[in-house]
């Protein structure tokens, strides 16, 4: 469907997403978030990144919460919103569509390792470590990325980790910055 005089192509995905960026975003940002939970198998914890129903769509599943998480200020939710409202979900949307496409592509760099010094972050509860073969990806990092100087996973934070512990997260960049600068 074209959206009037955006010269935007709108899908499913995009009708459900902006038939309300406030309430789409409110869900996607807790959903994805260590607030949702712990994110065992079985729990319940909601998954945003996971299978989509396709009659009812990914919004549906997801809780929609009183309140926004504590490391949102209400000003900052709603300048995303207004950003979304002008510029629609699309964008997002393609990188998720293309996913089968960019890992054909990354296949040029099969046996590739990473020759730069490195820092690995990651939330406890970050929706990503569902993904399967997550754990073997991780478990394989020190061969991948011969200079990794740190790996860490910070307790309760989910897929929002800058937004969620900035001062953790500041800090750790900071002291990795100050050890590969003294090399």
Known sequence: MMVAGSGRTRGKAEAEFEADPR?????????????????????????????????????????????????LPAADFERLVDAFRTSGFKGGLNYYRNLDRNWELQQAMAGAKI??????????????????????????????VPDLRGSHILPGAGHWLPQERPSEVSAMITEFLGRIGND
């Not at 690995?120 to 061969?143: H, K, N, V, W, Y």
Request: hydrophobic share 45%; proline share 13%.
């Open 115 to 144: 020759a730069i010094p490195a820092l690995f972050l990651i939330g406890e509860r970050d929706t990503g470590l569902s993904i399967p073969g997550m754990d073997q990806i991780i478990a394989a990092m020190p061969s991948l």
């Open 23 to 71: 309430r789409t975003l409110r869900k996607l940002l807790f959903a994805a978030s260590g607030e949702a939970g712990p994110r065992k198998p079985g729990d319940g914890t909601p998954n945003p990144f996971g299978m989509v129903n396709r009659s009812t769509g990914l919004l549906a599943s997801l809780p929609d919460p009183a309140a926004l998480p504590e490391w």
